[in-house]
């Protein structure tokens, strides 16, 4: 080879295609290749363990981590809805989606406190709770559409970085908001009773909170989906997605579509928001943070403006953070491993960002609704 190189002649096999490499792509190579060498390392050392050693994790542990990531990516896969819909048609990112999502929450505690005092949410848990999941929706349409009037609408034709800021000062004023009216402690959520203890499913036992969440977020995938594809409001959307000016042109009246846009997101978040709180039966203003940037990055690693990306990705964010860290971290000297799921979720980001910008579902250019 150096024969070759020496005399002129064109390097041939895999030392021709190692120096076709750009440096950047080179990076992305030996970064790559660190990553899979340490995930691998580190996986082996933790199932390794012997069964007398504190880290062991049993089958049936690994399991209740898988179920618990689902059922979190579900949560994760209903908020990153919003973010891919309204990027799909208008080509922004609404920051403020979290605090959607946290504005559910919030309302539907206020209504679970009253019913749990009146005796009803016990006596009619099935009412009680369709009661809660209606008013978190309700609660959370109105305030993205709000958003979308008096926020977004006048800074449609600016530049795609004033709407960014914008969706950021958005999220701000709601959080601080919250705080204003409500206090910045966090709020114990009322127990529906029917909902707590386990359901046994293939001889496998789920929190039945899990079941609900799980439940609930594929109906509203499943609705979505059809509703996008079949209704005429859906096709109107794709078509907004495509190309404002020619849809304006074909009749559609784009701005009560974007306002739909931002409606569907609002209830799904909504939605996400009263699972989210029963599940972890609290409220705080800032709930929606951490949700909403980890639903963001849910979207990105599916696609970001695909609604089946967005799916796909919240449920391989919720399960790589629930099991990630203790799969990866139990069998090497990192003491406390769980705590840093959040540092798989970002890392995540970063890693799709640098080598799949577009998603596992998404391509090189514009993504669409």
Do not use: C
């Not at 990105?300 to 990866?328: D, R």
């Not at 000297?333 to 705590?339: A, C, E, L």
């Not at 799709?352 to 391509?363: D, E, H, M, S, T």
């Amino acid at each position: 080879m150096a024969e070759r190189a020496r005399v002129g002649l064109p390097l041939t096999g895999l030392p021709a295609r190692l120096s076709q490499l750009s440096p950047r792509r080179a990076i992305q190579v030996v970064l790559l290749i660190l990553i899979v060498v340490g995930v691998t390392y580190g996986t082996w050392k933790t199932l390794a363990l012997p069964k007398s050693d504190p880290r062991h994790f049993t089958g049936s542990a690994w399991r209740d981590l898988v179920v618990f990531g689902v059922a979190q990516g579900s949560i994760y896969a209903m908020i990153a809805l919003g973010y891919t819909m309204v990027y799909g048609v208008l080509l922004m990112i609404n920051f403020a989606h979290g605090e959607v999502f946290m504005t559910g929450a919030f309302a539907s505690y206020f209504v679970a406190t009253s019913l749990d005092g009146s005796g009803f949410l016990n006596k009619n848990p099935i009412a009680a709770i369709a009661i809660l999941i209606f008013v978190g929706m309700v609660v959370s349409t109105g305030v993205a559409v709000l958003l979308e009037r008096v926020a977004y609408r006048p800074l449609r034709n600016a530049p795609r970085l004033v709407p960014l800021i914008t969706a950021i000062g958005a999220s701000l004023f709601l959080q601080n908001t919250a705080v204003g009216f409500f206090g910045s402690q966090a709020q114990g959520y009322p127990t529906v009773n029917v909902i707590q203890g386990t359901w046994k499913i293939f001889g496998i036992s789920i929190l039945r909170t899990q079941v609900l969440t799980i439940l609930a977020a594929v109906i509203g995938m499943i609705a979505l989906t059809l509703f996008v594809a079949r209704t005429k409001t859906g096709k109107s959307m794709r078509a907004v997605a495509q190309d404002k000016e020619t849809a304006a042109l074909m009749g559609i009246d784009v701005d009560k579509v974007i306002v739909k846009t931002f409606a569907i997101g609002g209830m799904l978040a909504g939605l996400a928001g009263v699972l989210y709180a029963l599940v972890f039966s609290e409220v705080d203003p800032f709930m929606g943070f951490v949700p909403g940037i980890k639903a963001f990055t849910a979207a990105v690693l599916g696609g970001i403006g695909s609604i089946g990306g967005a799916a796909l990705g919240g449920l391989i964010l919720g399960i790589l953070e629930s099991v990630g860290p203790s799969l990866f971290l139990n069998g090497t000297h990192v003491p406390s491993p769980t705590q840093l799921r959040d540092v798989v979720a970002f890392t995540i980001l970063v890693l799709v960002l640098i080598f799949r910008p577009g998603g596992i579902l998404g391509g090189g250019g514009q993504e669409k609704v």
